[in-house]
Each structure stands twice: as structure tokens, then as C-alpha cells.
């Protein structure tokens, strides 16, 4: 792959401008993992991958914890 790393926003709003948490992650990595989050509640999450040119579209995504 031509990436270099891996930018994750997640916020608690689909505007990301609510308790935004920046994450990384390293090249290749395919997965990530969030523990010890609130029950019932939804967060929305973007990413993209990065390299010495830029980084790539957002690709977007909401998730609501489990009840």
C-alpha cells in the first residue's frame, strides 16, 4: 500500500464539531477498536489514509453502541 498512516475523527455529531477525539493509526493497519464507551449512544466516525502527497476522501461512518 501507499500509505503512511491513517487519520480517524469521531465525534458526537455528523458535523464533526462536537467532542471531536483524533485518533491515528499506523500504515496497513486494518482495524480499530474503541473500549469503555457509553452505552446507547451514537458517534460518528471519518477516515482517511495519508501519505507524503495528501491524504485520500473522507469515508464516513455512525455507530450506536450496544444497550
Do not use: K
Not at 28 to 41: C, D, E, F, K, W
Request: glycine share 6%.
Amino acid at each position: 500500500s501507499d500509505e503512511t498512516g491513517f487519520l480517524i475523527h469521531r465525534a458526537d455529531d455528523p458535523g464533526f464539531t462536537t467532542n471531536l477525539a483524533i485518533y491515528t493509526r499506523r500504515a496497513n493497519a486494518t482495524s480499530y477498536v474503541q473500549t469503555g464507551l457509553p452505552i446507547a449512544t451514537t458517534y460518528y466516525y471519518r477516515m482517511c489514509a495519508r501519505n507524503a502527497f495528501g491524504q485520500s476522501d473522507w469515508v464516513y461512518a455512525s455507530i450506536t453502541t450496544a444497550s
